[in-house]
């Protein structure tokens, strides 16, 4: 689509020195007018099917399918295809925002750590790991506990330890400083 000034759309020589809309079919005698599929415009007649835009304000491209003039969106609404987010396993509609890891395809919203939910920004690390997205740390911590002999006794040991580091020291009554059946009573 090119957006024309009213003196570079005149054909010198030619008899129909003022240029007919495609839309309106009345004379275009505007300073400026658009040009498109051939064919010339006024800038409120040239405007999508669907939702009315005007594709002159909406950017410099158009989508023609099925007899249809079409602004972008409306084009990828209706012919454009739709996938699922590998998160979530929901329908992501052809014109929505997604992320891409390799190829999988997201929704903004699920694009996010799969094992704590932690939401990434820009510039943050990410790894793909069985197919899904871990944040850095959980991703480390995968890689920790692979290493390590699998064994369920080791394994529950290692999450007695750390409940035990998560709820803290206990306090069984005593001052810490030595038992507390010692002969010594402070007098």
């Known amino acids: 689509m090119d957006v024309k000034t009213e003196s570079s759309a005149r054909v010198s020589g030619d008899s129909k020195s003022v240029p007919e809309c495609a839309g309106c079919q009345k004379t275009i005698r505007e300073r400026y007018l658009l040009k498109a599929l051939d064919q010339f415009w006024h800038e409120d007649c040239l405007k999508c099917t669907c ?3 005007r594709l002159g304000e909406v950017g410099s491209t158009l989508f023609t399918k099925a007899n249809l003039i079409l602004c972008k969106r409306d084009y990828l609404r209706l012919f454009g295809t739709t996938g699922l987010c590998s998160a979530c396993n929901k329908t992501i509609p052809a014109f929505e925002m997604v992320m891409r890891a390799r ?3 997201y929704h903004l919203e699920c694009f996010a750590c799969q094992q704590c939910n932690h ?7 990410f790894y793909l790991f069985e197919n899904k997205i871990l944040c850095e740390y959980d991703y480390e911590e995968r890689m920790l506990f692979a290493t390590l002999p699998y064994n369920y006794n080791s394994l529950s040991q290692i999450k007695r330890q750390a409940h035990g580091l998560q709820t803290g020291p206990r306090d069984d009554g005593s001052s810490g400083y030595g038992s507390g059946d010692s002969p010594y009573d402070g007098r």
Do not use: A, Q, T
């Not at 939401?119 to 690390?125: A, I, L, N, Q, S």
């Open 103 to 105: 190829g999988n395809v």
């Open 51 to 53: 939702c009315d835009c």
């Open 119 to 125: 939401r990434f920004c820009v510039g943050d690390k």
